[in-house]
């Protein structure tokens, strides 16, 4: 997924450290868009010390998953 201006902005208004938890509590709040908030739901659970952090994990994810050929997608 990119990153939409939704979501960066609400990494960058977002209080730190913060967890999934309060990441998806927060999103929740701001209504952010399901498909939004179903990213921020894939993170691993731990602590993320600054936007820039979730920045590069969601940067991974899309990269693992245009990696990923789309036979192995259809299971």
Sequence with gaps: MALSPALDR???EMEYPATRDDLLREAAHDGL???ERAALAALPEQNYSAAWH???RLA?????????????LVA
């Design 54 to 56: 979730i920045r590069a």
């Design 10 to 12: 609400f990494l960058a």
């Design 33 to 35: 868009a399901a498909e």
């Design 60 to 72: 991974r994810q899309a990269f693992a998953e245009a990696l990923t050929p789309a036979s192995a």
